[in-house]
């Protein structure tokens, strides 16, 4: 038994269960996210005129597709490449948007600068779940 790989760790991780849940984890408040929005269109129409973006209701529409089509995707492990390139895509985006700490001062820059850099770690996420999909395919797993 190597240290680097306990027997148990890796039965843990290699268990099917376990990959879905991680992938759940990853995506789900991006699902969560689009049925709301979908749920409250005026709410969402009003979110992207809240950030500048315009024509709201094609931002609204185009922000809960990626919500909803990317996690299935990657959920579902068919084209799981696509869906994490969607969202990592969509994030990349967002932190730039929503988290623009660069212009603010005092808590306010703090604040926006850890949900930037949260942002970009999500982004490593979604990379690593094209990868990782990639490589179970290669494994026939």
């Known amino acids: ?7 148990l760790i890796t039965a843990i991780l290699d268990h099917p269960i376990i990959w879905f849940l991680a992938r759940l984890a990853l ?3 991006y699902l969560l996210g689009g049925m709301v929005k979908l749920s409250d269109w005026p709410g969402a129409i009003a979110e992207q005129a809240h950030f500048g973006l315009q024509p709201a209701a094609l931002f609204a529409a185009l922000t809960i597709a990626v919500e909803l089509v990317g996690p299935l995707l990657i959920l579902l492990d068919r084209l799981a490449w696509l869906g994490a390139g969607m969202l990592g895509v969509f994030t990349l985006i967002a932190a730039f948007i929503v988290n623009d700490f660069w212009t603010m001062a005092g808590q306010d820059r ?14 490593g ?3 690593l779940t094209a990868l990782l999909s990639r490589y179970k395919a290669g494994l026939g797993a």
């Open 27 to 29: 995506v789900g408040a």
């Open 125 to 127: 996420g979604f990379v």
């Open 1 to 7: 038994m190597s240290l680097d790989h306990p027997r």
């Open 110 to 123: 703090f604040m926006a600068m850890n949900g930037f850099f949260e942002h970009i770690g999500l982004v």
